[in-house]
């Protein structure tokens, strides 16, 4: 009888709720830590950007609609589902270089982070909107909306990195095209499968594999996307994207440290949420 | 077309002898049209060609409103929007015509005196069909004094599926003889007919009746406008043109919402009827949403980035 040959995992992209493959048609090798084959990867172009954009948008007004109550029941479903698979992502961390306990801190960080992240949902709008004293008779409130589609640049670390970028960004009702880490591509597709399997609706998180060099200047000059994450990006890539985002006043997020490698495991704060969010203050006359 | 050639246009006088012509028209391979129509889509229009495409499609676009809803104020805000289609560069060419109903002609006319943007009023108790014809003709009458310079009618499809050809020919015909001058598109309705033997048949029956466009749909029915539909009245005008010498135009109207919509229209008309259809004067596209897309794509190729909507007019 002849041996069993292994099933692997073709991996796609995560766009609209659906994993087609790049509409170009190409791929690339992603290697593990020691030089060994690992997978293909698909290598998004820009059209795939485009379309995602497009994905984005169309998700765009539905999610922010929803309650922030019910946002954070969707995300803490998708850490539910995260802990269902520790292990492919333990091992698909392992394969990247983490020694198996460094792979286990990882996932789990990553999924308590997520539901940290969860549970800011219903409560930021009380950290930073504001019951504003005016000299007449009204009531002013700020309160925080929504930028709208936020292009993030992943950073490498694969996945409490990839988790601490996207669901600040999504939590507050924006939707997100991501650019995952060139080198270490396939956590970010797994998780792919852990959101299409939440209670995630399509086009709210979209995620392309390539190189950052060729998608992340579509994804900074495109005139419908309204917000740009450039952590993953350094250098001149960094500034080119930030000079093209500029054209439509694009909210743009670009560490201090760029350059230096982040540490992820750090207490996040809320900058990466409030980044995105847009005030809107309402007058409403008193005693009517 | 086997006998039916034989038989000139101007000897079809009785009702039984259209009859006769109609159903003697060759019967259409539909999973042929559907395959054909599918291939052409497929054709890749990239860069200059693309640009030339878009240009073209502009062009072509009967800007259509046709709400119960719509005002003066839209009319207007429309009419604008057809003269200059992106007022932030002025190489975009005009659209063909504007699309309204009957009673706002006299305010589309008003607002688009000089720009040569056409106005086009739909007519005769559109979109059903279902009125008497003194009231389709007064309907027709009423547009063509106020100023319209094309008039988009539809059959009654009622007495067509009941097999009055006849009563069919003879409204288009009453019509057609109250715009005179003023060119008359015959909206076929065509996802009420059901076959296309009776996109074909319908086809033939308007342009016997002195139609100079025939359209798809009035965009009130789904399936609107279908590439395979228009295939198969695009070979209906070929076909015409070849017997008569009268050219007819097409329009296809509904569901056409993105610039590859509009660009596979465009490759089905050069391989199907000829470029010498490749022209406003021939070809229209009946749509609303599809110039906003129109205009995106066409930033893009000027300026390099992809465009957002939130920097167009909406309608």
Do not use: N, R
């Given at each position: 009888m002849s041996e069993r040959l292994n099933v692997s995992k073709t991996y796609k992209l995560y766009i609209g709720g659906a994993f087609p493959r790049s509409e170009s048609g190409r791929s690339y090798t992603v290697n593990d830590a020691k030089g060994g084959f690992l997978a293909n990867a698909s290598r998004a172009s820009r059209k795939d950007v485009r379309d995602a954009v497009v994905a984005a948008r169309k998700a765009q007004p539905g999610w922010a609609a929803r309650t922030p109550y019910n946002r954070g029941q969707i995300l803490y479903r998708v850490a539910e589902m995260l802990q269902g698979r520790c292990g492919q992502f333990t091992d698909e961390l392992r394969a990247t270089g983490l020694s198996k306990s460094a792979a286990t801190t990882e996932v789990e960080a990553a999924i308590d982070r997520w539901v940290w992240y969860a549970g800011w949902a219903d409560k930021l709008a009380q950290v930073t909107g504001t019951a504003n004293p005016v000299s007449g008779p009204f009531f002013n409130f700020s309160t925080p909306e929504p930028t709208g589609v936020v292009g993030i640049v992943a950073p490498d670390s694969p996945l409490l990195g990839l988790v601490s970028v996207l669901a600040p960004a999504i939590v507050t009702g924006n939707t997100t095209v991501l650019v995952a880490s060139e080198t270490a591509p396939l956590p970010a597709i797994t998780l792919g499968e852990v959101l299409a399997t939440s209670d995630l609706p399509g086009g709210v998180i979209n995620i392309l594999t390539g190189r950052r060099s060729e998608l992340a200047p579509w994804l900074a000059s495109h005139m419908d996307v309204n917000g740009l994450d450039l952590t993953g990006a350094s250098g001149d890539l960094a500034v080119e994207c930030e000079k093209a985002a500029a054209e439509n006043l694009k909210r743009v997020l670009r560490p201090v440290e760029a350059d230096q490698p982040t540490d992820?495991?750090?207490?996040?704060?809320i900058t990466r949420m409030t980044t995105f969010l847009e005030t809107k203050t309402v007058w409403h006359p008193v005693g009517v | 077309m086997g006998d039916a050639?034989?038989?000139?246009?101007?000897?079809?006088?009785?009702a039984a002898e259209l009859r006769r012509f109609l159903h003697g028209l060759p019967g259409v391979d539909q999973v042929g049209a559907e395959e054909r129509a599918a291939r052409l889509a497929t054709r890749s229009i990239k860069t200059s060609a693309k640009a030339y495409a878009i240009d073209l499609a502009i062009s072509m676009v009967d800007l259509t409103t046709l709400e119960g809803a719509d005002t003066p104020g839209k009319v207007r805000a429309l009419c604008a929007k057809a003269a200059h289609p992106d007022p932030a560069d002025a190489s975009v060419p005009k659209v063909a015509a504007i699309c309204v109903y009957s009673d706002l002609v006299a305010e589309a006319v008003r607002a688009l005196e000089g720009t040569g943007v056409g106005v086009a009023s739909v007519a005769t108790a559109f979109p059903s069909g279902r009125a008497p014809l003194e009231a389709k003709l007064a309907d027709t009458r009423r547009a063509v004094a106020d100023g319209a310079s094309e008039i988009d009618m539809v059959i009654d499809r009622g007495a067509f599926l009941s097999g009055d050809f006849q009563k069919v020919f003879e409204e288009i015909a009453a019509i057609k003889a109250e715009c005179g001058e003023v060119h008359l598109k015959v909206i076929l309705e065509t996802g009420e007919l059901v076959t296309y033997d009776n996109v074909r048949r319908a086809s033939w029956l308007a342009m016997l009746a002195g139609a100079d466009f025939i359209k798809t749909s009035t965009g009130k029915v789904s399936p609107a406008a279908t590439l395979p539909v228009t295939l198969v009245m695009l070979e209906a005008v070929r076909d015409f043109r070849a017997r008569t010498g009268r050219q007819v135009g097409v329009k296809p109207a509904g569901g056409i919402r993105t610039t590859k919509d509009a660009i596979k229209y465009l490759v089905l008309v050069n391989e199907t009827?000829?470029?010498?259809?490749?022209s406003p004067e021939w070809f229209r596209l009946g749509a609303s949403s599809v110039l906003n897309d129109l205009l995106m794509q066409r930033r893009k190729l000027t300026t390099g980035v992809y465009a957002g909507p939130d920097y167009f007019t909406l309608d």
């Open positions: 992820w495991t750090a207490h996040p704060g | 050639v034989s038989v000139s246009t101007e000897t079809l006088t009785g009827a000829g470029p010498d259809w490749l």
